[in-house]
């Protein structure tokens, strides 16, 4: 590597999933940007978030953030030289409403930590980071490839992925609540009568179906209580 100093900007986007039977595995991009400008330079010293605007006012600055290990990941797994520098973080996409503020975190800091490395990284190989990060596929999966991703995972920690195609007419309105809710709540929160597990393994039986190209009938006993987790509260069916 060069000792060239390494300046630009990165464009990530939201996404949502749970769509349809796809439960954690089907994901959509979305038109809400996370943007991230940096300035790299190389030889040892610290990474810092100069700056965070917009929705990313509420990330956390430190080594928690999720950029800012996940950058630090992939410079580990793709043996990189080591960098240097500031990063400015500007967000339009909201904490902690489902629309993957964390997925788009973890896409820009994978996708910043392979630029520069002795080798490019593939998309299959920052598709398993994301997955190792976050936990789940589908928001991460739909930042890093774009448009509606179908994303199971494998048994190796690899990801198998479907890439989805949408009518061009078709369009999207969106709406979030005021109150955020974290995945893992809003997970606490669903139907105590399914286990996550039930569900998962349902999922993979209509994510099959959708990567054939047509739509799976979604079970009731678990489809209300994972996406409509106030209607649980009193009564499960």
């Not at 490019?120 to 190792?132: P, Q």
């Not at 997970?187 to 047509?214: N, Q």
């Amino acid at each position: 590597m060069t000792d060239l100093v390494l300046r630009g900007r990165l464009d990530v986007p939201a996404s949502t999933s749970n769509l349809g039977p796809g439960f954690d595995f089907l994901g959509l991009a979305l038109s809400l940007p996370l943007v991230v400008e940096f300035e790299l330079h190389p030889g040892p010293g610290e990474l810092v978030l100069s700056a965070l605007e917009g929705e990313a006012v509420v990330w956390p600055g430190g080594p928690e953030n999720l950029l800012l290990r996940a950058f630090a990941r992939a410079r580990e797994a793709f043996d990189a030289p080591r960098l240097h520098g500031e990063l400015r973080a500007r967000s339009a996409i909201p904490v902690a409403r489902g629309l993957g503020s964390s997925g788009a975190a973890i896409a820009a800091g994978l996708a910043l930590g392979a630029h520069g490395a002795r080798r490019s990284a593939t998309l299959a190989e920052l598709l398993r980071l994301g997955l190792e990060i976050e936990g789940h596929p589908d928001n991460v999966c739909a930042a890093l490839a774009g448009g509606c991703t179908l994303s199971v995972p494998r048994p190796d920690g690899g990801v198998c992925l479907v890439r989805q195609a949408l009518a061009p007419a078709l369009g999207f309105v969106l709406a979030w609540p005021r109150t955020p809710l974290a995945t893992a709540r809003a997970r606490e929160r669903s139907c105590p009568h399914t286990s996550r597990s039930r569900t998962r393994s349902r999922t993979r039986g209509g994510s099959r179906s959708c990567s054939k190209g047509y739509a799976a009938p979604t079970p009731s006993s678990w489809h209300s209580a994972a996406r409509i987790a106030s209607t649980c509260a009193t009564d499960c069916p």
